[in-house]
Every structure is written in structure tokens, then in C-alpha cells.
């Protein structure tokens, strides 16, 4: 386990990951299950079902919306217009939907008690199938609101076909992802607050590790490393803020909405909000069927948080060289070369930096998908759940990586130390002495450069240089100016709020720990 202790995030919500190119299914928080051939998991929906999901048809009186149409659809169709693949991880969400929405008819009047009650055990049934990976999903049923219906349908008779009043799958399939995007700004809040936490323990640890803070990539300043370290804690302070900010927008019930304009039954939209713990009430029919947004601005705030890491991992991975050897990865998370037997590899830096190309392209997905479609719901909003799903997997992912990486790391103060050695990093102290002697800026700035010069053509550093060569520039140096020289006196001296010096820092990392325990 990390040093810092457990990072991994992993919350109990639905959805973690459906795998189908590599065999791989994920529902929830349950164990990965292989696929067999003609079907996913045990809950096949292959060849093996075929009696079971005629019998399901039968009982479902073939397509829901079989009454308009004279020919059944064909089966290329089924195959392309389906969505079960992916937007079966939304099944207990839907589940938590529909049992919100039957307590509503009930309580006005829409369904008597015993249906009601036939509904409830029937989803309990249906929940624990899909728990225990033994639903049989079926592709001819398109998506994951018609499977669950249409298995309800078969268990409850006229209770099931009574569920759907009052509501289309265009508000369901709004409700379902607004849970699902609810969740998981929370999962992935929490994610970076372990990513956090993890990097304020090291920063806690290295406190009196001094290395040169980098402008232009070239050595600029004397700070602490834990400065650095919590240079990375307040950027992903803003992802949090922008997640709870998103999450606030995505905390608005669509359902009852039906599927453009409403319903002429009197139900109660409010009722369906306070059992499903939503903020408040969609309130124009038409945008709640067919608004994206939120959805939109999480993928964005997965592409920040992407962003943050990718520059992390940068900044470690030439940490990490030997040109660098400022921090040492474990060898647990780091690989070798197939060729070349001396080699450390910082892979896994890397492919989180690599990811980022990943996330921001399920970004431009949705944002492409969108800006073409005319209001109200189309059916290719479909296709907003695979981008939006792999960010988020993308992302809880990296983050979880990152926080293992800091956790087991290891820095090095010597070699941090020496690297400030011919940088001449606390020249702009020695023209800030100067001022505080009431030298203007500017001459105080070019006799610092001068004193530079001079040291660099002694091959000398400036706290080694003796008074009579700084005084050749200006009087104004003392011999209490070594005191001012040295990165580690300068980490000392720094005054100003949130600046990279001993008391503030010290200020930051309690101030930290305090706000993230």
C-alpha cells in the first residue's frame, strides 16, 4: 500500500467500465466478468437466449411501440441503432428513475397499491439479476430503459405496461445520465481530494528541501520543494470547485417532461425531485429533453483535471531523468525496455500525460455531436454517453495512478540543492538587498547583473564572493549581505503572501491539512 495510505477511488456507483473490445465486463462496483462467445457475462443475450427473449417479446407484445407499424424492424437496424452496450451501466439508475416515478403515480392515483407493489418487487428482481450478472440483456430491445421494461412486462403483467405513463425514454434517458453525472462529479471530487491529500503528506515530509523554481525551463529562483507540491494542490482545488459548480446544474429533475411537451395528467414533478434528492424541477419541457450542457461542462472539467495531470506528469517525468534526478519513481510504477537492460521508464507518467489527448477529444465529441441538432430530443444524443463514460473512467483512472505515484515516490534535497549551483538563483535577493537600502529598482537590478558577470568569469557563486568584489558595484553592500546569499537563505527571507519560503509554506501545509483531513 502507498505510504500515504490508500488513493484508490473507487465508489460504489454504477457504471465503472464496460469493456466490450477486450472482453471485459464491469457493472458497477461488481468483479469484471469474461465475455463468452454470443453473449456478455453469465447474462447472455446471444443464441443461448433466444427462447427466453422470444418469450419476453411475446409477453412485451413484440416492440413497445408495436401498434404504428406494419413490418418488424430489421435486424441490421437492431444491431445499429442499439445502445444496451453502453448504456446498460445506467441500469441501477434507471431502476432507482422508475421506482421514484411509480411511488409518484400511486400517491396520484395513477396506480393502485397492489400495482405499485408488484412494480417494486419486480425491479427489486430485476436489480438483483443485474447484481448478480445473470439479466439477459438483449440488443433487439435497443437500450437499457426497454430492457428493464419490457423484463418488468413479463414479471408484473399490467402493472409494467402502467410504468411508463407519463413519461418518454427522451426525459428517462435525461433523468438516468443526470443521476449518473451527479455521482460521479462526486467520485471524481473525491478523487482529487486523494490525489491532494497525497501530495500535501509529501510536502509535509520535505519541507526543508530547497530547489530552483523554473521559468523559461531554465533555473530562476530558490523555493521550497513543498511549495512546488502545493502549486499542484491549488490547481486541483479549482477542479473540486468546478465539479460541486457543475454538479449544481446537473441537480435539476427532467423527468415528467414526457417526450417534448409534457403530459396532460396531473402529476407531481415536485414529489419525483425530493425522492430522488434533486434540487429542483426542470421547468421548460423542451430544454429539459434536450439539454446537454451538463454533460458538456463535466467533460470539460474532466479535460481540466487531465490537463493538470498532464503538466504534473511532465514536470516529473524531466524530474526524473538523469539530467534531472530529482525524484526517483518506485519501481513499482515504472517499467523497463525490452532491449536496453539498464533502463527505468517513466510509463505510467507518461500515458497519463498521453490520456489527456483522450479526454479532451470525448470533449470535442460532444461538443461536435451537439452544435448541429435542432431542439428537442434527437436520437443522436445516443451517442453522448460513450465520449462522457470514457472520460470519466480516463480520468478516475489517472488520478488514482497519480496519487500511488506521489505516495511511493522519492525525492532527492542534495541533488535539488546542486542544481542551483552556476544558476545564480538568488541574484534577485541581492538586488532586493539593495533596495531595502534605497537603491531604485532598475540600478539595483543591473548592479545584481553586474555582480553576476563577475562571479560567472570567477567561476564563483554570489554567497562566495567577497565583499570587495560586490562593493565594486555598490557601496551599499554590507558584510551582512551573506546572510542574504544561498538559496537556503533565501527560502528564509521570503516575506510576501504565498510566496515559496519557510514560514508561509509551513502556514500553507497546516492550512492544507486542515482544509482536506
Known amino acids: 500500500m502507498p505510504r500515504c495510505g490508500p488513493q484508490t477511488f473507487m465508489p460504489p456507483i454504477p457504471g465503472a467500465a464496460l469493456h466490450t473490445a477486450t472482453g471485459v465486463d464491469t457493472i458497477g462496483d461488481r468483479a469484471a466478468q469474461p465475455v463468452c462467445a454470443g453473449g456478455i457475462g453469465r447474462g447472455s443475450y446471444g443464441m443461448a437466449k433466444k427462447a427466453r427473449t422470444a418469450s419476453r417479446k411475446t409477453a412485451a407484445g413484440a416492440k413497445l411501440w408495436h401498434g404504428r407499424f406494419e413490418h418488424s424492424t430489421a435486424a441490421s437496424v437492431e444491431r445499429f441503432v442499439e445502445s444496451i452496450s453502453f448504456d446498460r451501466r445506467l441500469a441501477k439508475y434507471d431502476i432507482a428513475g422508475s421506482l421514484a416515478h411509480a411511488q409518484m403515480l ?5 396506480l393502485s397499491a397492489a400495482e405499485l407493489a408488484a412494480i417494486r418487487k419486480g425491479l427489486g428482481e430485476i436489480d438483483r439479476q443485474i447484481d448478480a450478472g445473470r439479466f439477459p440483456f438483449d440488443t433487439s430491445l435497443e437500450d437499457i430503459h426497454m430492457n428493464i421494461e419490457s423484463a418488468l412486462i413479463e414479471r408484473t403483467g399490467a402493472a409494467g405496461r402502467k410504468l411508463h ?13 443526470r443521476l449518473w453525472a451527479r455521482d460521479e462529479c462526486d467520485a471524481v471530487a473525491a478523487a482529487v481530494v486523494a490525489l491532494q491529500r497525497a501530495l500535501v503528506a509529501q510536502a509535509e515530509r520535505h519541507q526543508g528541501l530547497v530547489m530552483p523554481a523554473y521559468t523559461h525551463l531554465q533555473p530562476a529562483q530558490p523555493v521550497l520543494l513543498a511549495h512546488v507540491l502545493l502549486a499542484y494542490v491549488e490547481e486541483l482545488a479549482r477542479d473540486v470547485d468546478r465539479l460541486s459548480d457543475t454538479r449544481s446544474r446537473v441537480n435539476v429533475l427532467p423527468l ?6 409534457g403530459t396532460t395528467l396531473a402529476i407531481d414533478r415536485e414529489r419525483v425531485a425530493r425522492l430522488l434528492g434533486f434540487a429542483s424541477v426542470a421547468r421548460n419541457s423542451i430544454d429539459a429533453t434536450s439539454d446537454r450542457d451538463f454533460l458538456i461542462e463535466l467533460a470539460f472539467d474532466l479535460s481540466m483535471i487531465a490537463q493538470h495531470l498532464s503538466r504534473w506528469a511532465e514536470d516529473w517525468i524531466l524530474w526524473s531523468t538523469n539530467e534531472f534526478r530529482y525524484f526517483r519513481i518506485s519501481d513499482a510504477y515504472s517499467t523497463g525496455s525490452s532491449m536496453m537492460p539498464q533502463k527505468r521508464n517513466p510509463d505510467v507518467l507518461e500515458l497519463i500525460r498521453g490520456k489527456t489527448a483522450r479526454v479532451y477529444g470525448d470533449l470535442v465529441t460532444l461538443l461536435v455531436l451537439v452544435k448541429g441538432q435542432p431542439h428537442a430530443y434527437n436520437r443522436d444524443m445516443q451517442e453522448d454517453k460513450p465520449p462522457v463514460f470514457d472520460a470519466a473512467d480516463t480520468v478516475r483512472g489517472s488520478l488514482s495512478m497519480a496519487a ?5 515516490g522519492s525525492f532527492d534535497g542534495k541533488r535539488m540543492l546542486a542544481a542551483m549551483k552556476g544558476g545564480y538563483c538568488d541574484a534577485t535577493v541581492l538586488a532586493e538587498y539593495l533596495v531595502e537600502r534605497g537603491e531604485p529598482f532598475r540600478n539595483a537590478h543591473a548592479v545584481a547583473g553586474k555582480a553576476v558577470a563577475a562571479c560567472a568569469a570567477q567561476g564563483i557563486e554570489l554567497a562566495e564572493a567577497p565583499l570587495r568584489l560586490l562593493r565594486q558595484f555598490s557601496s551599499r553592500f554590507d558584510a551582512d549581505v551573506a546572510g542574504y546569499l544561498g538559496a537556503e537563505n533565501v527560502v528564509r527571507r521570503y516575506r510576501s503572501f504565498g ?19
Do not use: F, M, Y
Open 404 to 408: 500511488e505515484i506521489v505516495c511511493e
Open 106 to 110: 400511486r400517491e396520484t392515483g395513477l
Open 499 to 517: 510566496s515559496g519560503g519557510t514560514r508561509g509554506v509551513a502556514s500553507e501545509v497546516r492550512r492544507w491539512k486542515r482544509l482536506l483531513a
Open 256 to 261: 415528467g417532461s414526457g417526450a417534448v411537451a
Open 165 to 177: 405513463t407519463a413519461r418518454s425514454r427522451n426525459d428517462q434517458i435525461a433523468l438516468d445520465i
